[in-house]
Each structure stands twice: as C-alpha cells, then as structure tokens.
C-alpha cells in the first residue's frame, strides 16, 4: 500500500510518524512543498512568509484509509505518543509543543499547548522542534534544530524545560 494524501489531498511534505496504541499509523505533514520552502534546497530566506499549512494524518493500517486530523499547524514535525497515551505533535516555526485532549475523537480534538523549546536566547534563522520521543519516566525529549540542542520538558509539563548541549 502506498499513500499518497487524504480525500484528494495531496500531502506535502511527509515528516515524522509512530503507531498509536490503537495500532493506527501517525503522521505529520510539514505543510509546504519543498520547492516552495526551501528552493534549489536551500532555505528560503523569507521562510516565515510561507503559506504553511502543516497537517497530521492517521492511517488505518487494516483499511489503508487516511484520515485528516488537524491542519493549520506552521510546519508540523515531531510526533509521539505519550505514557498518558495522548498524542503529541509539534511546530517546528514556532517551538511549541502540542497535545490532544480527546484521545478517542482525535479529528475533533483540541490542541493544547504542552510546552516551548526555543531559548531566549537562540540565535536568529531556521531553528525549531524535529524529532522527539517519550522517555520511560514520561520525559519528553526533543531535538531541537538550529539549537544544536536536546529540549527535556518534564511529564505534563509539571518541570521546567531544560536543554541539554553537546559538548
């Protein structure tokens, strides 16, 4: 099985994804075309005028039906599920960090913010969440591009984030 969008739809820019504890594949969409975001694959320096409509997706894995479930996101990248088996996403342009809170109606869920993972202090351009993952302890890494940083928001954001740098 190949997919290729939803409804018509053609996805973008496919990103992240993990399996859910329904058994149903995750998917976030950037939102863009990389010819319009980053052209001769090179970022585009006027990157936050973009039309960005970044989007996350569900994929029966017995069906194969693709189903949208939220959209308008400004580059929607990371994507994990939680020890409180929520769904997490998050937005690359702005640094946010998102959760669901109706699990078993994710297409009308709200999103909620979780967390930010941009410093104060971080330098200007293309910087912001990419990867992430839940540690056993309900801890949320998160690679922070452009940071050169791992971002750990503690379990239902009850801590304060930290980042850790490499050497």
């Not at 409804?7 to 990389?34: H, K, M, R, W």
Request: net charge neutral; with cysteine; proline share 8%.
């Amino acid at each position: 099985m190949v997919a290729t969008g939803c409804d018509g739809e053609p996805f973008q820019f496919p990103n992240d994804l993990c399996f859910g504890p329904d058994g149903a594949l995750y998917l976030t969409d950037s939102g863009v075309f990389i010819d319009e975001f980053a052209p001769n694959n090179k970022i585009r320096p006027d990157y936050l005028s973009v039309p960005y409509d970044g989007r996350v997706y569900r994929v029966h894995i017995s069906t194969g039906k693709v189903e949208k479930l939220d959209t308008g996101i400004k580059f929607t990248n990371g994507i994990a599920f939680g020890p409180d088996q929520r769904l997490y996403i998050n937005e690359t342009l702005t640094g946010n960090i998102y959760c669901y809170e109706d699990q078993p109606n994710l297409v009308a869920a709200r999103r909620v913010l979780f967390g930010n993972v941009i410093r104060p202090d971080a330098l200007p351009g293309w910087k912001g969440p990419d990867g992430m993952a839940f540690s056993a302890d309900g801890k949320l890494y998160v690679a922070v591009f452009g940071q050169r940083d791992v971002t750990v928001l503690g379990s239902a954001s009850k801590r304060p984030p930290r980042s850790v740098t490499r050497p």
